[in-house]
């Protein structure tokens, strides 16, 4: 079983629509996660950390159950430029030398 | 700020031949790291430093060598260059104590034939 596993998509979605992303991770002493974006041909860049509370950050919504050791990325009124691929990224923790965990990536397509 | 730079941008290696990617990075972060990227693959960290002088293997590191002489360098070497290393290298800082957030140089994109 992949420590991080996400839907590869593509998700083909219009803009205006809502859009979300789930991810799976294998470790429950996982301590830290995170989701990030890589534009195509591009470097990943952090799009936002995720709390165990929940967090909103404009259109987009982060959720974590760890009891489940699932993540979420809720996407609403889908831009063209929110196009991109969003990686779940665990951090394994202290015992793991806080090395981080990168899941393949989903693929999202926004189109006009 | 440039951040984290990465040399060179685009290469094409012959099988057996060496190179260094160069890793560079101004934000004074202790914590650097090596990634390889395949189509369809997440992330695989091929080595790792938490500071000068100390380097660490990751998940993927044969095939690979590094040293980190200084704070704000981190090369990569291949020595013998084979197909399976086909790849875009990324290059990565963050900081220590807290900061968890890290930041990616532009990628090395090689091929080996």
């Known amino acids: 079983r992949k420590e991080v596993e996400q839907d590869p998509g593509p998700f083909n979605v219009p803009e205006g629509a809502t859009v979300a992303f789930n991810c799976t991770y294998s470790?429950?002493?996982?301590?830290?996660f995170f989701w990030y974006r890589q534009d195509c041909r591009k470097e990943p860049k952090l799009l936002m950390s995720v709390y165990s509370s929940g967090n909103e950050d404009g259109r987009f919504t982060a959720q974590l159950n760890r009891a489940s050791q699932y993540i979420s990325l809720l996407i609403r009124d889908s831009k063209l430029s929110d196009s991109a691929t969003y990686l779940c990224?665990?951090?394994?923790?202290?015992?793991?030398?806080?090395?981080?965990?990168f899941g393949a990536g989903t693929i999202l397509r926004v189109k006009s | 700020n440039a951040g984290v730079t990465q040399t060179p941008k685009f290469r094409i290696l012959k099988i057996g031949q060496s190179m260094t990617l160069q890793c560079t990075q101004d934000m004074n972060h202790n914590y650097m790291y090596w990634y390889r990227q395949d189509p369809g693959m997440g992330l695989k960290l091929i080595y790792y430093s938490v500071g000068a002088g100390i380097t660490d293997k990751g998940e993927v590191p044969n095939g690979y060598n590094v040293s980190r002489s200084t704070t704000e360098d981190f090369p990569l070497r291949l020595e013998l260059a084979a197909p399976s290393q086909t790849s875009v290298y990324f290059c990565?800082?963050?900081?220590?104590?807290?900061?968890?957030?890290?930041?990616f140089g532009p990628g090395t994109r090689l091929l080996v034939l």
């Open positions: 470790n429950s002493a996982s301590q830290s």
């Open positions: 990565a800082s963050r900081e220590s104590g807290g900061g968890e957030t890290q930041y």
């Open positions: 990224v665990v951090n394994g923790g202290w015992e793991y030398g806080n090395k981080l965990v």
